[in-house]
């Protein structure tokens, strides 16, 4: 609020306590002529009195002052009027206090209000960042390999044998003209029935084997269980792996009973000596 404002409000509360204040006091002012103004001679001391021979003085009764403020006591030191001046609003506002816009000071019957709007404090929103969650590495597990069994692969002859039921011979399929039976099929070198050429066996678990021979070598029959397996080569070979017996019911093969080999060949002849004709002497 400016000081103006508060000036000229002081000046309208002033004015309305005069207006209030004059008539008691005019009332009480005693008229001229009373009383009263013997009275006030005669308690003047004779020193104070006037000389004899003086005209008598009349005691002229002087207007008591009045507290309407003039133009002159408005613009003079607002001292008299308890008015603040300057530095007393600066220093002490408790004299001047200002209603607020909901009590009103009541001077002679007329309420003064004013709207002094009261400062509101707006707090000012702090934004504190929001932790940021850093994710954390996860170790990551590297499956190991795991070793794969590998099957050992199932030896496999030269060619595909033929089931042959019972116990079958050379004779009784019709392959070769000699045969040579080994019982049991143990690993080694035989003799075949020439007595001169030979067959090698080989076996390391009795149902698996090997053969090789230094004579071509037409059919190999593998007994074992109730059946035969029979193994013909056109033409003869030397050699083969991998022949076993038939196949069980459990879908492996039956271990080896005995093996026939059939072959053929010349027999070797005998060289004769052929007679010569001796020369005879010439006499």
Not at 179 to 200: A, C, H, Q, R, W
Not at 242 to 267: K, T
Request: aromatic content about 4%; overall charge negative; proline content about 14%.
């Amino acid at each position: 609020m400016n000081k103006t404002s508060l000036y000229l409000k002081l000046l309208i509360v002033i004015v309305l306590a005069l207006a209030i204040a004059l008539p008691p006091l005019a009332a009480a002012q005693p008229e001229e002529g009373t009383g009263a103004d013997t009275v006030l001679l005669a308690d003047q001391s004779p020193g104070d009195g006037p000389s004899v021979g003086d005209p008598e003085e009349t005691a002229v009764e002087e207007p008591a002052p009045t507290d309407e403020p003039t133009e002159e006591m408005a613009g003079e030191d607002p001292t008299p009027t308890d008015e603040p001046t300057e530095e007393m609003v600066e220093e002490d506002p408790a004299p001047a206090e200002e209603p607020t816009a909901d009590d009103g000071d009541d001077v002679g019957g007329l309420t003064v209000r004013t709207n002094t709007p009261t400062p509101t404090r707006t707090k000012t929103p702090t934004n504190t960042p929001k932790p940021t969650n850093t994710p954390t590495p996860t170790r990551t597990k590297t499956p190991t390999k795991t070793a794969t069994a590998t099957k050992t692969p199932t030896p496999a002859a030269a060619v595909t044998p033929t089931v042959v039921p019972g116990n079958p011979t050379c004779s009784d399929i019709g392959c070769g003209a000699a045969s040579t039976k080994i019982d049991p099929p143990n690993s080694g070198t035989y003799k075949l029935s020439d007595g001169v050429n030979e067959i090698t066996i080989s076996t390391s678990d009795g149902v698996y084997f090997s053969w090789s021979a230094t004579i071509g070598i037409s059919c190999v029959i593998v007994k074992g269980g109730p059946n035969a397996n029979v193994y013909s080569y056109s033409p003869a070979s030397t050699g083969d792996s991998g022949l076993h017996a038939p196949i069980g019911p459990n879908g492996n093969p039956y271990g080896l009973s005995h093996i026939e080999v059939c072959y053929s060949y010349q027999p070797t002849a005998t060289p004769t000596a052929t007679a010569t004709d001796e020369p005879t002497a010439t006499p």
